[in-house]
């Protein structure tokens, strides 16, 4: 608000929900503006409340010299055919005539919904300085129905069909029939099939017309539903209370980084790190000095270093919280498969600048969209290389504390190990089976930093079997025997 823009007048609002379920508006876009609806005769009315749609009958005065008498009784006779005596006349038949009084003699409005989108207006009502809203349900435009020109169409239909009937009968012609089998409808079909204009059209006209009472705006039941667009108390419905700063603050709260929060000061050290970690993700050496406290002021490097060996882990020079501390309930998976899960992308980003979603996720056996959940928290998309750490590594770290980073590589070679051990464990069955002769790769080669040779060659193999064979007798020596004794043997 500008300083030379003075506050001219207050006005309290009121918000009233008698009627907000109930209240529509309707418009009328081809009815003159200056001729009102007080003079009007409605002689019924009918509503489709669950596509929400309005019918009203409007009488005409067909005394008046305006009208055309010999017209209306032209366009009666067209749309319902010719009329019986006034004193016989068939139920039936009358309930589907059009204009039963055999001249027309009524104007039908239909509506429909020019706007689906109405939960942010309301209708207002300014009485004694007091302005009282009531949100409305719908909005409805209605206009003129010419659907008796559809039943004079089709009464010609049924009349040339009854002329054509009279004549001789023909044999009728074979026709070649074709047999078609429908398809299995998939749910995007039928979704889209429900919206197409013909679905809506049809449900539209399957929805019979339920009849309304309509009451002029001048009786006691129209003023009654009137007094509902007011608040019934002023305080349920109160003015703002609040000044003008506290209503600022309370519409639109600040937003902090969430790096710039700082924890309470009655924290550890440690539990401060945890939560700085936990809200930020990733930060530096340097940003956690800057605000980390303690109840002497300023925290030393020292006693950081300290505090983050047993609160954090370090990634290329860059700080994170540990994963237990991030996964400590129960979620889709197992909070100790999360952990893991996060400890090896976190170990790859020691040994590579990029990695791989799509190895990770074969690697760590987790849903998609879990891995997707793990890499967010620590990394960001390249689309020219893959997934990389949130912030660049700390070179400058790394070169002043060469010894904690030991210490940290040493921390996630184990943490790496751990990994390989559990996805092995999960593969080897509790029953250990013979070994095999047969070179065999396991998937645990794969994981593991070091290559396994346990294989046998097939020269070892072929002795041993002949040396087997060779050997006869239960716990007595024999002496060996030479292939060309055998086979004289033999």
Same mark, same amino acid.
């Given at each position: 608000?500008?300083?030379?823009?003075?506050?001219?007048?207050?006005i309290?609002?009121?918000?009233?929900?008698?009627?907000?379920?109930?209240?529509?508006?309707?418009?009328?876009?081809?009815?003159?503006?200056?001729?009102?609806?007080? %003079?009007?005769?409605v002689?019924?009315?009918?509503?489709?409340?669950?596509?929400?749609l309005?019918?009203?009958?409007i009488?005409?005065?067909?005394?008046?010299?305006?009208?055309?008498?010999?017209?209306?009784e032209?366009?009666?006779?067209?749309?319902?055919?010719?009329?019986?005596?006034?004193?016989?006349?068939?139920k039936?038949?009358?309930?589907?005539?059009?204009f039963?009084n055999?001249?027309?003699?009524?104007?039908?409005?239909?509506?429909?919904?020019?706007?689906?989108?109405?939960?942010?207006?309301?209708?207002?009502?300014?009485?004694?300085?007091?302005?009282?809203?009531?949100?409305?349900?719908g909005?409805?435009?209605?206009?003129p129905?010419?659907?008796?020109?559809?039943?004079? %169409?089709?009464?010609?239909?049924?009349?040339?069909?009854?002329?054509?009937?009279?004549?001789?009968?023909?044999? !009728?012609?074979?026709?070649?029939?074709?047999?078609?089998?429908?398809?299995?409808?998939?749910?995007?079909?039928?979704?889209?099939?429900e919206?197409?204009?013909?679905?809506?059209?049809q449900?539209i006209?399957?929805?019979p017309?339920?009849d309304?009472m309509w009451?002029?705006?001048?009786?006691?039941?129209? %003023?009654?539903? +009137?007094?509902?667009?007011?608040?019934?108390?002023?305080?349920?419905?109160?003015?703002?209370?609040?000044?003008?700063?506290?209503?600022?603050?309370?519409?639109v709260?600040?937003?902090?980084?969430?790096a710039?929060?700082?924890?309470?000061?009655?924290?550890?050290?440690?539990?401060?790190?945890?939560?700085?970690?936990?809200?930020?993700?990733l930060?530096?050496?340097?940003?956690?000095?800057?605000?980390?406290?303690?109840?002497?002021?300023?925290?030393s490097?020292?006693?950081?270093?300290?505090a983050?060996?047993?609160?954090?882990?370090?990634?290329?020079?860059?700080?994170? !919280? +540990?994963s237990?501390?991030?996964?400590?309930r129960?979620?889709?998976?197992?909070?100790?498969?999360?952990?893991?899960?996060?400890?090896?992308?976190?170990?790859?980003?020691?040994?590579?600048a990029?990695?791989?979603r799509?190895?990770?996720?074969?690697?760590?056996?987790?849903? !998609?969209?879990?891995?997707?959940?793990?890499?967010?928290?620590v990394?960001?998309?390249? !689309?020219?290389?893959?997934?990389?750490?949130?912030?660049?590594?700390?070179?400058?770290?790394?070169?002043?504390?060469?010894?904690?980073?030991? +210490?940290?590589?040493?921390?996630?070679?184990?943490?790496?190990?751990?990994?390989?051990?559990?996805?092995?464990?999960?593969?080897?069955?509790?029953?250990?089976?013979?070994?095999?002769?047969?070179?065999?790769?396991?998937?645990?080669?794969?994981?593991?930093?070091?290559?396994?040779?346990?294989?046998?060659?097939?020269?070892?193999?072929? +002795?041993?079997?002949?040396?087997?064979?060779?050997?006869?007798?239960?716990?007595?020596?024999?002496?060996?025997?030479?292939?060309?004794?055998?086979?004289?043997?033999?």
């Open positions: 608000m500008e300083e030379d823009d003075p506050v001219v007048q207050e309290p609002v009121f918000l009233s929900q008698a009627l907000s379920e109930h209240l529509y508006i309707y418009q009328y876009p081809v009815r003159p503006a200056n001729r009102d609806w007080r %003079d009007v005769k002689t019924n009315a009918s509503v489709k409340p669950k596509n929400q309005v019918r009203m009958e009488g005409l005065n067909t005394y008046s010299d305006k009208y055309c008498a010999s017209k209306g032209q366009i009666a006779l067209n749309t319902d055919g010719s009329q019986e005596s006034r004193y016989i006349k068939d039936e038949r009358e309930r589907s005539q059009y039963r055999g001249i027309m003699d009524k104007i039908v409005y239909e509506s429909s919904k020019p706007c689906t989108e109405t939960q942010h207006y309301a209708v207002a009502l300014l009485q004694d300085k007091e302005l009282h809203c009531t949100p409305i349900k909005i409805l435009q209605l206009r129905s010419y659907s008796y020109y559809d039943k004079q %169409d089709k009464r010609k239909v049924d009349k040339s069909k009854d002329e054509n009937s009279d004549d001789e009968e023909k044999e !009728p012609e074979p026709q070649q029939v074709t047999v078609k089998f429908a398809r299995v409808e998939t749910d995007v079909a039928k979704k889209a099939r919206k197409s204009y013909e679905s809506i059209s449900r006209a399957d929805e017309w339920y309304a009451k002029h705006s001048d009786t006691d039941h129209a %003023d009654l539903e +009137r007094m509902k667009l007011f608040s019934a108390t002023v305080q349920d419905g109160s003015s703002l209370t609040l000044g003008p700063a506290e209503y600022i603050s309370t519409l709260p600040q937003l902090n980084d969430e710039e929060m700082a924890p309470p000061k009655k924290l550890t050290l440690q539990d401060q790190i945890k939560e700085i970690l936990i809200d930020a993700k930060m530096t050496f340097n940003e956690l000095l800057k605000l980390a406290r303690s109840e002497d002021g300023q925290v490097e020292a006693a950081l270093l300290t983050l060996g047993g609160a954090a882990c370090c990634v290329r020079g860059v700080w994170a !919280p +540990r237990q501390e991030l996964y400590v129960a979620a889709p998976a197992p909070p100790r498969l999360m952990c893991a899960a996060r400890d090896h992308v976190l170990y790859l980003f020691t040994q590579h990029y990695v791989d799509r190895k990770i996720t074969a690697a760590v056996r987790l849903p !998609p969209q879990e891995v997707l959940e793990i890499l967010r928290s990394a960001k998309y390249n !689309p020219r290389t893959g997934w990389e750490l949130l912030l660049p590594p700390d070179t400058a770290f790394e070169a002043k504390y060469p010894d904690v980073v030991q +210490r940290q590589n040493l921390y996630w070679e184990a943490r790496q190990r751990q990994f390989n051990e559990m996805l092995i464990g999960e593969n080897v069955p509790k029953r250990q089976r013979k070994k095999s002769q047969r070179d065999s790769v396991s998937s645990d080669t794969m994981m593991s930093p070091k290559p396994r040779n346990n294989s046998v060659s097939e020269e070892d193999s072929d +002795r041993k079997r002949h040396k087997n064979k060779s050997a006869t007798g239960s716990g007595k020596r024999t002496r060996n025997i030479s292939s060309s004794s055998g086979h004289d043997a033999t």
